[in-house]
């Protein structure tokens, strides 16, 4: 499409990114955007704040190419004189000092000490402490005949695994878990799960910084403090870098589990799984990359002067929202909607350019989550939805995709290596 001058749309009235009408069917809501406004479309955020979603695949794609035209850098936002202190978007946008804002050369230079650490994980040991976790895991519920997937399952798991590869103790881990789903969650313990999580990983980088007597190839943390570049960087900085892949690792990767197990359990083209075909659990997470992203939408970018995207005039400072959800789902790449996605990897859920998710922290997700399942279908395959699945209850943020609940029953089983 040209950006010509000729091409510069019509605003409409900005539309709620949330809300009813976004409960009523994410899909739909992208659809009907598009339809009104094209590929940016005018939201607002809570507080009637504006801003651009950007709903087409080749704009995300231009967006995201361009970080000169359009910085990560929030500081240029040109709203920031009207924002109050307690806004509640401040956590996803306000100035931080993490990886997530930096830009340029420096931000090159700290990705490559967080990439090169998380690069050094072993698959096979990756593959055993996902087994395992799964195991006690199940083994706290297998016994009853009925769970929550969402709660006691998918939401556990990948946090116990990357406190693992970080190199907490499985027993820190396990509290460090629940601090990253309280962060997460936004409610009441919010603050006191960042400030536990952000206090753990600094514990941690002061004693492997004090006795490195494991060497630097034990751990992520090690191999952090040990990384040519790291002494450019404080320790604080590092720390924010930790807790940043902690929750963008976890909480996608829990909710990539849970809506594979859901559309596995609610969909017939995938009922193989169910009685442990492997080939289709791959098939169900590649769909829902491409119907159920994760990380619908993110904020965000902003023009570092006038431009015009997709015919539409975005001024300086403007704040974009970049719909990984709405440009999965864009006709212009993807016609026949209804069509499995097969081994189709160009979605755009782990995003793009020089933000996107590092290729190592993708591939350890990717492990947590396959992996993850297939034990899970290997120790109770006879797992069925306990409600129906109208009644699923999807979470309200336009932000996150991902259950609320996800309760099943089964036949109770044994412990793993307990007596049979």
């Known amino acids: 499409m040209s950006d010509s001058p000729a091409d510069t749309r019509t605003v409409g009235c900005p539309v709620p990114l949330g809300g009813e009408r976004f409960l009523a ?14 590929p940016v479309a005018p939201i607002s955020l809570p507080g009637d704040v504006p801003a651009w979603l950007v709903l087409g695949y080749r704009e995300v794609h231009r967006v995201t190419s361009d970080p000169v035209l359009f ?4 500081a240029l936002w040109n709203m920031w004189d009207s924002i109050p202190e307690d806004w509640p978007m401040l956590p ?4 931080q000092p993490s990886i ?10 700290r990705s490559a000490v967080l990439s090169d650490a998380l690069a050094g994980v072993d698959p096979f040991e990756l593959r055993d402490h996902v087994e395992r976790f799964a195991d006690d895991l199940i083994d706290a519920f297998c016994g009853k005949g009925a769970a929550d997937l969402a709660d006691d399952y998918a939401r556990m798991l990948p946090a116990l695994v990357l406190a693992r590869l970080y190199g907490f103790p499985d027993a820190d881990g396990l509290n460090l878990a629940h601090a990253v789903n309280s962060l997460v969650n936004g409610g009441p313990d919010a603050i006191l799960g960042a400030q536990h999580a952000t206090l753990a990983m600094q514990n941690l980088l002061e004693s492997r910084r004090a006795t490195p007597a494991a060497g630097p190839a034990a751990d992520v943390a090690g191999r952090m403090l040990a990384h040519p570049e790291a002494d450019e960087f404080t320790v604080a900085e590092l720390v924010q870098d930790m807790r940043v892949i902690m929750t963008a690792g976890h909480q996608p990767t829990a909710g990539w589990i849970g809506n594979s197990l859901r559309l596995m359990l609610t969909d017939d083209r995938f009922a193989a799984s169910l009685t442990g075909g492997r080939h289709s659990v791959a098939e169900a997470m590649n769909e829902v990359l491409w119907e159920d992203t994760p990380t619908q939408n993110i904020a965000g970018r902003w023009a570092t002067r006038d431009t015009r995207l997709a015919g539409t005039h975005i001024r300086s400072g403007d704040l974009l929202v970049l719909s990984f959800a709405g440009a999965n789902g864009d006709p212009q790449i993807r016609p026949d909607q209804y069509a499995l996605t097969g ?6 859920s782990f995003g793009h350019g020089d933000h996107r998710c590092p290729y190592p922290a993708q591939e350890i997700a990717e492990t947590i989550a396959r992996k993850g399942i297939e034990v899970l279908l290997d120790r109770l395959p006879d797992v069925d939805l306990a409600v129906a699945e109208q009644d699923l209850v999807w979470r309200p943020s336009p932000w996150l995709r991902g259950l609320v609940n996800l309760p099943v029953h089964f036949t109770p089983t044994h412990i793993a290596g307990g007596p049979q």
């Open 25 to 38: 069917g994410p899909a739909r809501f992208y659809r009907e955007l598009r339809r009104d406004h094209g």
């Open 343 to 348: 081994g189709n990897n160009a979605f755009l």
């Open 71 to 74: 910085s990560r850098d929030s």
């Open 92 to 95: 996803m946008v306000g100035q």
């Open 100 to 109: 997530l804002y930096t830009v340029g050369e420096r931000h090159r230079r």
